[in-house]
């Protein structure tokens, strides 16, 4: 055997082997659409037949794009590899997976709109769904990652991606790059934290080469939360962050609150009422060249505590409290940012929280 050959016999054990893997933890099958059609399967940019694109399903208009490639005078950009799908009009890509039955699960999608319409993207796995909005572009690039969570009804789902949209220009729709998927595992609240997943260490699955995080929506969206423990109750998404590509306070993950008082997180906590409490948390800046004073305000029920923090956008942090007497056997803990904050390049940012603790306290 040649040298080449066993090169090429590595790659499609490996290509075998994530494959495999990807029904528990990471990239779908061709879940970035590195394998397309064949030519024959294609007119110009636009896919042919519903069974082109391996290991998907298509039906409508869904052109298979190669990063660099022009429309109009926009270069379109593919973020991770160099290929990537366009949904056009009521157009829809979908994919079965083998899941265990009743365990909660989380996709990642990373997608751009392409045109000035209001391009949304709805992902379900029956009955669950979830329209999200892609209006607004949080990153410098357009790419966002977005994450949407379901139960698996059966040990079989299958997960479709349909752009819901009906825009004069059927060319115009979002292109989506990675679709992921990972198991959400539930945590229990100790006497040692009361909150759970309270370092934000159980979430979605962030792709390892972009660096904008993952895009959590609100409940609105979603019905499973894809942050275990946590909802998203506000307007705006939040941002999950990485400490490959940000700066975190501790451990690998975080949460960046990006849209001021219109990016909230919530947590019911079980309290007994007459005993006192103390919440503690941790307050910094994703090292993301969002610069300013920021300050993030925490609540327990009623009582509240405002933190200020003074971001260079380098990275840093400080620990806060709040003390408060439990009055109900549940409570409800709150953290959002008081103000919006900008990048030089217009996107929205935010302080980040991480370490969340609540103990009882005597
Ligand atoms: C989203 O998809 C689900 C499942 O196909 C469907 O029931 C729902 O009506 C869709 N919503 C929108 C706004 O397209």
Same mark, same amino acid.
């Given at each position: 055997?040649?040298?080449?050959?066993?090169?090429?016999?590595?790659?499609? *054990?490996?290509?075998?082997?994530?494959?495999? *893997?990807?029904?528990?933890?990471?990239?779908?099958?061709?879940?970035?659409?590195?394998?397309?059609?064949?030519?024959?399967?294609?007119?110009?940019?636009?896919?042919? #037949?519903?069974?082109?694109?391996?290991?998907?399903?298509?039906?409508?208009?869904?052109?298979?794009?190669?990063?660099?490639?022009?429309?109009?005078?926009?270069?379109?950009? %593919?973020?991770?590899?160099?290929?990537?799908?366009?949904?056009?009009?009521?157009?829809?890509?979908?994919? =079965?997976?083998?899941?265990?039955?009743?365990? /909660? @699960?989380?996709?990642?999608?990373?997608?751009?709109?392409?045109?000035?319409?209001?391009?949304?993207?709805?992902?379900?796995?029956?009955?669950?769904?979830?329209?999200?909005?892609?209006?607004?572009?949080?990153?410098?690039?357009?790419?966002?990652?977005?994450?949407?969570?379901?139960?698996?009804?059966?040990?079989?789902?299958?997960?479709?991606?349909?752009?819901?949209?009906?825009?004069?220009?059927?060319?115009?729709?979002?292109?989506?790059?990675?679709?992921?998927?990972?198991?959400?595992?539930?945590?229990?609240?100790?006497?040692?934290?009361?909150?759970?997943?309270?370092?934000?260490?159980? #979430?979605?699955?962030?792709?390892?080469?972009?660096?904008?995080?993952?895009?959590?929506?609100?409940?609105?969206?979603?019905?499973?939360?894809?942050?275990?423990?946590?909802?998203?109750?506000?307007?705006?998404?939040?941002?999950?962050?990485?400490?490959?590509?940000?700066?975190?306070? /501790?451990?690998?993950?975080?949460?960046?609150?990006?849209?001021?008082?219109?990016?909230?997180?919530?947590?019911?906590? !079980?309290?007994?009422?007459? =005993?006192?409490?103390?919440?503690?948390?941790? %307050?910094?800046?994703? !090292?993301?060249?969002?610069?300013?004073?920021?300050?993030?305000?925490?609540?327990?029920?009623?009582?509240?505590? =405002?933190?200020? @923090?003074?971001?260079?956008?380098?990275?840093?942090?400080? /620990?806060?409290?709040?003390?408060?007497? #439990?009055?109900?056997?549940?409570?409800?803990?709150?953290?959002?940012?008081?103000?919006?904050?900008? /990048?030089?390049?217009?996107?929205?940012?935010?302080?980040?929280?991480?370490?969340?603790?609540?103990?009882?306290?005597?």
């Amino acid at each position: 055997m040649a040298m080449s050959d066993v090169k090429i016999l590595a790659l499609l *054990l490996c290509a075998t082997c994530t494959i495999a *893997l990807a029904f528990t933890d990471g990239l779908l099958p061709n879940g970035n659409f590195e394998y397309g059609p064949k030519a024959s399967q294609m007119k110009g940019k636009m896919v042919i #037949g519903h069974d082109a694109i391996p290991e998907w399903k298509t039906s409508g208009f869904v052109e298979y794009i190669k990063s660099g490639q022009k429309q109009d005078d926009m270069v379109l950009v %593919v973020p991770e590899g160099d290929f990537a799908v366009r949904l056009g009009n009521e157009a829809s890509i979908r994919q =079965k997976v083998k899941v265990t039955k009743g365990m /909660r @699960y989380s996709i990642t999608l990373s997608t751009v709109r392409t045109c000035a319409q209001e391009e949304r993207v709805n992902i379900s796995v029956a009955p669950d769904f979830g329209v999200i909005p892609i209006q607004t572009v949080y990153s410098s690039n357009g790419w966002d990652s977005h994450a949407w969570a379901f139960r698996a009804r059966f040990s079989e789902v299958e997960i479709l991606i349909h752009n819901p949209g009906v825009q004069e220009d059927a060319a115009c729709g979002p292109l989506i790059d990675s679709v992921a998927m990972r198991p959400l595992f539930s945590l229990k609240a100790t006497n040692k934290n009361l909150m759970k997943n309270g370092d934000f260490e159980e #979430g979605p699955y962030i792709f390892p080469k972009t660096s904008y995080g993952v895009l959590i929506p609100p409940f609105i969206e979603d019905d499973h939360t894809p942050l275990p423990g946590w909802k998203v109750e506000s307007l705006k998404a939040v941002r999950y962050i990485d400490s490959r590509h940000f700066a975190v306070p /501790r451990g690998k993950r975080g949460i960046e609150l990006l849209a001021g008082r219109e990016s909230a997180i919530t947590q019911i906590v !079980r309290t007994i009422p007459g =005993k006192m409490y103390v919440l503690s948390f941790t %307050v910094g800046d994703a !090292r993301n060249a969002c610069e300013g004073s920021m300050v993030v305000e925490a609540f327990a029920d009623d009582d509240s505590v =405002k933190v200020e @923090y003074e971001s260079k956008g380098k990275g840093g942090f400080k /620990r806060a409290h709040l003390r408060f007497d #439990g009055v109900a056997t549940r409570t409800r803990i709150m953290f959002y940012s008081s103000f919006y904050t900008m /990048r030089s390049d217009a996107t929205l940012c935010g302080p980040v929280i991480d370490d969340v603790k609540l103990i009882s306290i005597r």
